[in-house]
């Protein structure tokens, strides 16, 4: 069994906890090696966007993996982390959550994480840098976002406690990662992220991906963590876009 050996730097500020380990990455750091700082000033999220990261708002975490399980079972290494989010958040905070495909946490169908995984070449190998944005009040994200975005302050009712959440989620990436890298582990994570996510079945959603938007309803996740989309009497697989709940009426 792959166990994931964790070691966690510190750093007070940095333009992303992401390209920081990107760049200890190429120079050999090891699997496990995990960043957290207290703010960023240049975070970044899925599809080229910004992510607000003032100080002490948000728990900014990236971690270092140098997969062996097959490319095509790498979109699960999301899946993964979201699982260890999930958990983290419930064990740590009492704050339950919902997963969107492919890799938000949702409490009370407002974003409280986003996940942004990077593939990158390094001298030792294909690696994936696991950046994960928790946001722990609400000053982590603009106003103009209260209807779309929580925190962990405001789900749980209570000050967000920064370095148990960080303790449960190294345990939870530990875990889930370990799993994924089980014979059969795979079907487990992709099994146990459709038991987490009210998105993997039966979901009236529309995908927004660049100028085409699809609607339809969900219909599973495939093996490699692509969504199943029923539309128009067929299935179309989606690899890539931003998913919205739709009202089914
Ligand atoms: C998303 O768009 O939902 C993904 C957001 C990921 C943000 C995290 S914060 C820590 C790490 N460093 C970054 O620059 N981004 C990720």
Redesign the pocket.
């Given at each position: 069994m792959t166990l994931l050996k964790t070691k966690v730097l510190r750093f007070e500020s940095l333009p992303?906890?992401?390209t920081e380990l990107a760049r200890l990455a190429s120079e050999g750091a090891e699997e496990g090696l995990s960043i957290v700082a207290d703010e960023?000033t240049a975070?970044?999220?899925?599809l080229q966007?910004a992510?607000s990261?003032p100080k002490g708002a948000g728990l900014?975490?990236?971690i270092l993996l140098r997969p062996r399980i097959p490319q095509d079972h790498w979109p699960l290494i999301t899946f993964a982390a979201a699982l260890g989010v999930a958990d983290a958040l419930s064990e740590a905070a009492g704050v339950e959550t919902d997963i969107k495909w492919p890799n938000?946490l949702l409490s009370g169908e407002r974003k409280i994480c986003?996940?942004?995984a990077e593939g990158i070449e390094t001298p030792a190998g294909r690696a994936v840098i696991v950046?994960?944005?928790i946001n722990l009040t609400n000053d982590a994200f603009p106003a103009d976002l209260t209807g779309v975005a929580t925190s962990v302050a405001e789900e749980s009712g209570n000050a967000a406690e920064r370095e148990s959440i960080l303790a449960a989620l190294l345990r939870g990436l530990s875990r889930w990662y370990s799993l994924l890298n089980e014979h059969g582990g795979a079907g487990k994570i992709v099994a146990a992220w459709s038991n987490r996510s009210s998105y993997a079945n039966g979901k009236h959603i529309s995908v927004k991906n660049g100028e085409e938007v699809w609607q339809g309803i969900t219909r599973g996740i495939e093996s490699d963590g692509a969504l199943r989309l029923w539309m128009n009497g067929e299935i179309k697989l989606v690899r890539a876009g931003d998913v919205y709940s739709v009202r089914s009426n």
């Amino acid at each position: 069994m792959t166990l994931l050996k964790t070691k966690v730097l510190r750093f007070e500020s940095l333009p992303s906890t992401n390209t920081e380990l990107a760049r200890l990455a190429s120079e050999g750091a090891e699997e496990g090696l995990s960043i957290v700082a207290d703010e960023q000033t240049a975070g970044r999220g899925r599809l080229q966007r910004a992510w607000s990261s003032p100080k002490g708002a948000g728990l900014y975490f990236s971690i270092l993996l140098r997969p062996r399980i097959p490319q095509d079972h790498w979109p699960l290494i999301t899946f993964a982390a979201a699982l260890g989010v999930a958990d983290a958040l419930s064990e740590a905070a009492g704050v339950e959550t919902d997963i969107k495909w492919p890799n938000d946490l949702l409490s009370g169908e407002r974003k409280i994480c986003g996940i942004l995984a990077e593939g990158i070449e390094t001298p030792a190998g294909r690696a994936v840098i696991v950046g994960i944005g928790i946001n722990l009040t609400n000053d982590a994200f603009p106003a103009d976002l209260t209807g779309v975005a929580t925190s962990v302050a405001e789900e749980s009712g209570n000050a967000a406690e920064r370095e148990s959440i960080l303790a449960a989620l190294l345990r939870g990436l530990s875990r889930w990662y370990s799993l994924l890298n089980e014979h059969g582990g795979a079907g487990k994570i992709v099994a146990a992220w459709s038991n987490r996510s009210s998105y993997a079945n039966g979901k009236h959603i529309s995908v927004k991906n660049g100028e085409e938007v699809w609607q339809g309803i969900t219909r599973g996740i495939e093996s490699d963590g692509a969504l199943r989309l029923w539309m128009n009497g067929e299935i179309k697989l989606v690899r890539a876009g931003d998913v919205y709940s739709v009202r089914s009426n």
